[in-house]
């Protein structure tokens, strides 16, 4: 189960970044395509999850890393 949260944990920011991307496609949105304060505030938290994914997978790796 653990790989399995793992493997899901690092797929997350993937489909997020793709998902930005479709968002603000101003061809397939048109008017409601993202603004700028909301990619803003959903870059940061792609970030914030790439960064959470990344010590997901230590941790995962090397479980006392962090102790």
């Given at each position: 189960m653990l790989a399995s949260q793992t493997l899901n944990g690092v797929?997350?920011?993937?489909?997020l970044i793709?998902?930005?991307k479709l968002i603000n496609d101003k061809s397939i949105m048109?008017?409601?395509a993202?603004?700028?304060i909301m990619n803003i505030l959903s870059?940061?938290?792609v970030v914030v999850l790439i960064g959470?994914?990344?010590i997901?997978?230590?941790t995962s790796v090397f479980p006392g890393l962090f102790h």
């Open positions: 797929l997350l920011p993937v489909i793709v998902m930005l048109g008017k409601f993202n603004g700028r870059w940061v938290t959470l994914t990344i997901l997978v230590l």
